[in-house]
Every structure is written in C-alpha cells, then in structure tokens.
C-alpha cells in the first residue's frame, strides 16, 4: 500500500514555457503532500508543503510565484515551473503523508532547453 | 541550526557481508526517524524507521539503532545483496510532517 504516482516521469521542454508535475497518492488519501528537488549526487530539498484546500507552505529561498503548487483534492498536487529556465532543470519528487511517514513519487526530471 | 548527516559519502561493501551506514542529527528534540533507499532515477523509498522511544528496531534484514546520547543513528544492512545498491537517506521528523534529509550514502556491493 501506500503508492504515489508522478506524471510525466520525464519532460523536456523549451525556457520561457511552463510545466505542470502531477502528484498522485493512489491507494491513501494525503491530506499533506511534500514537493522536494534534488540534484545529481545531492540529497533532497523540500521545496514546499502542500496542505488540501489551503494554499501551500514554501520553504525559505523558494520563489512562490515560479514554484505553484495546487492541491486540490486528498489525492492530488500539482506543481507547477511557470516561465521555466535551464537552472530550473532538476529531479522533483513527491511525497504523501500517511500517518507520520512520507511515501514517495518516483520523480519526474526535467531538462529546460 | 537544524541538521542531519552522514559519516560517510560512499560504502563498498562484498556481497554477502553485513553493511553499516551511519547518520548523526542534531536536534535533540525531534522523535522519529526514518532510514530511505534511493535507486538511479526513482524516488526514496522507505525502508524503516525508529522512534526516539526505541533504541534499536528490526525488519527483514535490516536493523536501525538509535543512540540518543550521541544523537547518532544507524542502519545495518544484514546479508548485502547487489540489489541493496542504492543510496541511503536518513530523515528525521522535525515536526507538521516535515522531514531534513541527510546527505546521503551511497553503498556499493561487489559481487
């Protein structure tokens, strides 16, 4: 049990344009989700904290208007990279809060042409 | 400031002997703690966790130590297996759910 779901694992796309990142708690109901990025051979930053129906908590030195997170229902968030640029390119994951342990996307990785 | 890390980056380990991967944390107020694995391209997935009410847990070949004292944690890998090589995160829980990864070791098995 406990599965999440990320969609698109994978999505180039060119700078200027934006990109939409779906998160999936599948077989729970999320009541938190965590958005985090991670760089090659890096450990996992939480980027923001994802509640239903209320608006998201982002962590310091995180851009809210780049970065937005939509979590419309117990079982999906979405992320958002508005006006996406090469440095933006990265691993993102997400997790579910079941209890008190977080249950993990697979990542999606994007490349920012 | 709050932080959790890890003794050591990179582990080779023979097949079939035991591992060892240690983590320390610094914030003696936080309660629960968690040992993830992270294979190339996919996300952490969990393995076990400990709460600060415990000392040492067990699972299926794995086994988690927590000492208090020293605010160290470890996770001991019985019986390693090519297919345990992956990266391994401790987290602990700092509270509303939210957990500081530490930096990662990345363990290696040689068949």
């Known amino acids: 049990g406990a599965v999440v779901s990320q969609h698109p694992s994978r999505v180039i796309c060119k700078s200027g344009t934006s990109v939409k990142i779906e998160c999936r708690s599948l077989d729970f109901q999320a009541t938190t989700m965590f958005w985090y990025r991670q760089f090659p051979k890096k450990s996992l930053m939480l980027m923001a904290t994802?509640?239903?129906?209320?608006?998201?908590?982002?962590e310091q030195g995180v851009e809210k208007d780049k970065f937005l997170i939509n979590h419309a229902s117990l079982t999906l968030s979405t992320l958002t990279v508005t006006s996406a640029h090469p440095e933006d390119s990265s691993f993102y994951i997400c997790?579910?809060?079941?209890?008190?342990?977080?249950?993990f996307g697979p990542g999606t990785r994007l490349l920012v042409l | 400031g709050e932080s959790v890390g890890l003794h050591l980056p990179t582990l080779s380990v023979q097949e079939g002997d035991n591992s060892i991967i240690n983590c320390a944390y610094s914030?003696?107020?936080?309660?629960?703690f968690i040992w993830y694995k992270q294979e190339s391209g996919k996300g952490p997935q969990f393995i076990i966790d400990?709460?600060?009410?415990?000392d040492k847990r067990q699972g299926q070949r794995v086994t988690v130590l927590l000492n208090k004292t020293v605010k160290h944690l470890s996770l001991q890998i019985a019986a390693t297996q090519p297919g345990d090589s992956a990266v391994y995160f401790c987290?602990?829980?700092?509270?509303?759910?939210?957990?500081?990864f530490g930096q990662g070791t990345e363990l290696s098995v040689k068949p």
């Open positions: 994802s509640n239903e129906g209320s608006k998201a908590t982002y």
């Open positions: 997790s579910g809060s079941a209890d008190e342990t977080q249950y």
């Open positions: 914030n003696s107020a936080s309660d629960y």
């Open positions: 987290a602990e829980n700092i509270g509303g759910g939210k957990l500081i």
């Open positions: 400990i709460r600060s009410n415990m």
